[in-house]
């Protein structure tokens, strides 16, 4: 694979081997791979979409502590 920088091509076996066997334990049949980075693909998720944003928090009242 052209696409893969030689440092990496070692350890790509090892690591397909462990999305091969976590997917047969968990029963996945498919997943999605992508060249962007864990975050966005956190935020595209649908379990970020159905987790309800955070209230919005009260900020507590500021105490003086100059003489």
Same mark, same amino acid.
């Given at each position: 694979?052209? *696409? $893969?920088r /030689? *440092?990496?091509?070692? $350890?790509l076996p090892a690591g397909m081997i462990v999305v091969d066997e976590a997917c047969r334990i968990l029963g996945v049949d498919r997943f999605t791979v992508s060249e962007a980075d864990l975050l +966005?693909?956190? +935020? &595209?998720? /649908?379990?970020f979409r159905a987790v309800p944003l955070a209230p919005?928090? &009260?900020? +507590? /009242?500021?105490i003086d502590t100059a003489g």
């Open positions: 694979m052209p *696409q $893969i /030689p *440092q990496r091509a070692d $350890i +966005l693909g956190y +935020l &595209t998720s /649908p379990a919005e928090r &009260t900020r +507590l /009242p500021r």
